[in-house]
T-cell receptor, first 113, second 117 residues
Framework: DQQVKQNSPSLSVQEGRISILNCDYT??????FLWYKKYPAEGPTFLIS?????DKNEDGRFTVFLNKSAKHLSLHIVPSQPGDSAVYFC????????????FGKGTHLIIQP | GAGVSQSPRYKVAKRGQDVALRCDPI?????LFWYQQALGQGPEFLTY????????KSGLPSDRFFAERPEGSVSTLKIQRTQQEDSAVYLC???????????????FGSGTRLTVV
């Protein structure tokens, strides 16, 4: 029973356009959501997070939106750059991260020149 | 060190062999996590330490898996009598303290890829 779902295994976007990565969750007790970026043969790298009491958090080209009623969050990357090509994982936490993170399966973002 | 260091990077084990995977967290980081990432999946939580105390081991798949952090810094994940389903990347992550984990995320190591043949 997957509590965090990323339903798109891959996404292809043209350089300079907006990339939108989606994530759905089932556990309404999650209090923090995080996005990680992963290159091949490297560990995941933290990108951005959002508290469950917020609906938006922005950091440079990256914005995360949270819709609690729909149990849905999305990561927007504007403008998309070639270096953004990677696997993106959505993750959620309970109790401030004390119980570890629950990850989705990831979405492979490919930025086309 | 500057980042989380894991060794070895790759390990091939024969079925039934015992293996030990090492994690050197960032100096001063209190919290340490182990995750298992199977091919095509996201990382799955295995266990968590705060200093030397193992506070949660609910994610360990069986009693063949054992983790320790005796002095509150380096951690070792041991898998006894390895089986083919243990083949995965094992990731270690650390954070300065519990409350910062969700603000800033953990810092992950590059992982150890274990292949059981």
């Amino acid at each position: 029973d997957q509590q965090v779902k990323q339903n798109s295994p891959s996404l292809s976007v043209q350089e300079g356009r907006i990339s939108i990565l989606n994530c759905d969750y089932t556990n309404s007790m999650f209090d923090y959501f995080l996005w990680y970026k992963k290159y091949p043969a490297e560990g995941p790298t933290f990108l951005i997070s959002i508290s469950s009491i917020k609906d938006k958090n922005e950091d440079g080209r990256f914005t995360v939106f949270l819709n609690k009623s729909a149990k849905h969050l999305s990561l927007h990357i504007v403008p998309s750059q070639p270096g953004d090509s990677a696997v993106y994982f959505c993750a959620a936490s309970l109790g401030g991260g004390a119980d570890g993170l629950t990850f989705g399966k990831g979405t492979h973002l490919i930025i086309q020149p | 060190g500057a980042g989380v260091s894991q060794s070895p990077r790759y390990k091939v084990a024969k079925r039934g062999q015992d293996v030990a995977l090492r994690c050197d967290p960032i100096s001063g980081h209190v919290s340490l996590f182990w995750y298992q990432q199977a091919l095509g999946q996201g990382p799955e939580f295995l266990t968590y330490f705060q200093n030397e105390a193992q506070l949660d081991k609910s994610g360990l798949p069986s009693d063949r898996f054992f983790a320790e952090r005796p002095e509150g810094s380096v951690s070792t994940l041991k898998i006894q009598r390895t089986q083919q389903e243990d083949s995965a990347v094992y990731l270690c992550a650390s954070s300065l303290q519990l409350g910062t984990a969700t603000y800033y995320g953990y810092t992950f190591g590059s992982g150890t890829r274990l292949t059981v043949v």
